[in-house]
């Protein structure tokens, strides 16, 4: 099934809003079997809407589906612009304005008469219910494809996706691939493609996809056959060992829990750059609770002393950003709560605090455990919310790999 998204929205072509849902979009319908040919994003305007859709139905696509514009302000023109396009009459859902009125009652307002466009329906076409916003979608067929038309709120557009959309495309006969994901972190695209070679460079019947973040690189496997598919997925894990922290669309918080309460195993963190994020992440994960204690965010220096007993000796003589004070960030943070496993994070996220001896971006890791420990110095850029995530990442994959050993 051929595919393509048509996103509709001033504030996407300005910047102002980044558009998630086609990435979201992307990934699902692949993963259901369909081919993307394309995305494409236009403004709130009646000539660009219509445009755009001659464009691409030239191209006699399977699918095409619309984010964007089904709300109550002015510029929501896309319902309207949608039915003069398939030339369909249009009435008033006397009972669906009903509803939105008591929903509205519900939280203490009376509705405004803009939104009565929410309750326009097409005498031709169908309606996709919202079961989380007020919007209602759409399907109509033009000649031999569907045109689906959504609202642009990501979690009203999933939620329809899921409850409605999905379903029927199913219900197309499409052939869903063979597909593995294997996600790598602690290191470099080019590095990784290199030390796979072995296993890539021979006739797998594969399409491999290299998808870099700053959480590591995912590795995507997509075959006709489950059988080549598992063929070419061990090899590259006999490579990669350990480097493959989980297969599937799983964080490396969640991998982490899963060990850790699977050994009987407690972990505190003490973080500076990172802010808590660290301990953020882990806190994400359902259950985490069996695992994890807690945490001491440890900004300022005060803060390191008082709140974790950093020694002011240890600060004066090193720095706050230095493989001692990591070192006793970890070991302090594991007697003070009495964990299996103390972590510890400090560093110069930036841009500014650098020096030529302790640049932006330098960062020391610290783990502690049953009388060891260790750290780990690591260079990042100059960016600092890439920093802390990268930092994270960094130091849940330490923790990973020693709870892997224990």
């Known amino acids: 099934m051929n595919v393509v998204f048509l996103s509709i929205g001033n504030e996407i072509l300005a910047g102002d809003t980044v558009n998630t849902n086609v990435s979201w979009l992307g990934k699902m319908l692949t993963e259901l079997g369909c081919h993307i040919q394309a995305q494409i994003t236009v403004p709130d305007k009646h000539n660009s809407i219509q445009e755009a859709l001659d464009s691409i139905m030239k191209n006699n696509p399977d699918l095409i589906i619309t984010t964007g514009g089904l709300g109550p302000t002015e510029?929501?023109?896309?319902?309207?612009?949608?039915?003069?396009?398939?030339?369909?009459d249009y009435e008033f859902d006397e009972q669906y304005w009903n509803k939105l009125k008591q929903r509205f009652e519900r939280f203490g307002f009376d509705i405004p008469e803009s939104n009565r466009s929410?309750?326009?329906?097409?005498?031709?076409?169908?309606?996709?219910?919202?079961?989380?916003?007020?919007?209602?979608?759409?399907?109509?067929?033009?000649?031999?494809?569907?045109l689906i038309i959504l609202?642009?709120?990501?979690?009203?557009?999933?939620?329809?996706?899921?409850?409605?959309?999905?379903?029927?495309?199913?219900?197309?006969?499409?052939?869903?691939?063979?597909?593995?994901?294997?996600?790598?972190?602690?290191?470099?695209?080019?590095?990784?493609?290199?030390?796979?070679?072995?296993?890539?460079?021979?006739?797998?019947?594969?399409?491999?996809?290299?998808?870099?973040?700053?959480?590591?690189?995912?590795?995507?496997?997509?075959?006709?056959?489950?059988?080549?598919l598992t063929i070419l997925s061990n090899e590259i894990s006999n490579i990669l060992g350990h480097l493959i922290y989980t297969t599937g669309k799983i964080d490396i918080a969640d991998v982490i829990v899963r060990l850790a309460v699977k050994k009987s195993t407690t972990i505190?963190?003490?973080?500076?750059?990172?802010?808590?994020?660290?301990?953020?992440?882990?806190?994400?994960v359902s259950g985490s609770s069996k695992a994890?204690?807690?945490?001491?965010?440890?900004?300022?220096?005060?803060?390191?002393?008082?709140?974790?007993?950093?020694q002011p000796s240890t600060l004066q003589n090193f720095g706050a950003v230095s493989a001692e004070t990591a070192e006793e960030m970890a070991k302090n943070i594991l007697s003070k709560f009495q964990a299996d496993y103390?972590?510890?994070?400090?560093?110069?996220?930036g841009p500014t605090g650098g020096t030529k001896e302790k640049p932006v971006g330098l960062v020391y890791i610290g783990l502690a455990c049953k009388g060891n420990i260790k750290v780990k110095k690591l260079q990042?850029?100059?960016?600092?919310?890439?920093n802390k995530l990268r930092s994270s990442q960094s130091a849940l994959n330490i923790l990973r790999m020693a709870l892997i050993d224990a």
Do not use: W
């Not at 590095?191 to 399409?207: F, G, R, S, W």
């Not at 808590?276 to 992440?281: F, K, M, N, P, V």
């Open 292 to 310: 994890f204690l807690g945490g001491v965010i440890a900004y300022n220096n005060d803060v390191k002393q008082l709140g974790l007993g950093i």
């Open 151 to 228: 609202p642009g709120v990501p979690a009203e557009m999933k939620s329809m996706m899921r409850e409605s959309v999905i379903p029927y495309v199913q219900s197309q006969g499409v052939s869903t691939p063979n597909i593995k994901l294997l996600r790598t972190t602690g290191i470099p695209e080019s590095v990784l493609i290199e030390k796979i070679q072995p296993a890539t460079d021979k006739e797998h019947h594969c399409t491999i996809g290299y998808y870099p973040s700053y959480h590591g690189v995912d590795i995507r496997l997509t075959s006709k056959t489950q059988e080549d």
């Open 380 to 386: 990042f850029g100059d960016h600092r919310s890439r």
């Open 268 to 284: 505190a963190t003490a973080e500076s750059c990172t802010g808590g994020l660290i301990g953020h992440r882990i806190t994400e």
């Open 342 to 349: 103390g972590l510890s994070v400090t560093g110069i996220a």
């Open 75 to 88: 510029d929501d023109i896309t319902r309207q612009v949608i039915f003069e396009y398939i030339g369909t």
């Open 118 to 146: 929410q309750a326009l329906v097409p005498i031709e076409g169908k309606v996709i219910p919202n079961s989380v916003g007020s919007a209602r979608g759409f399907q109509f067929k033009v000649d031999s494809t569907d």
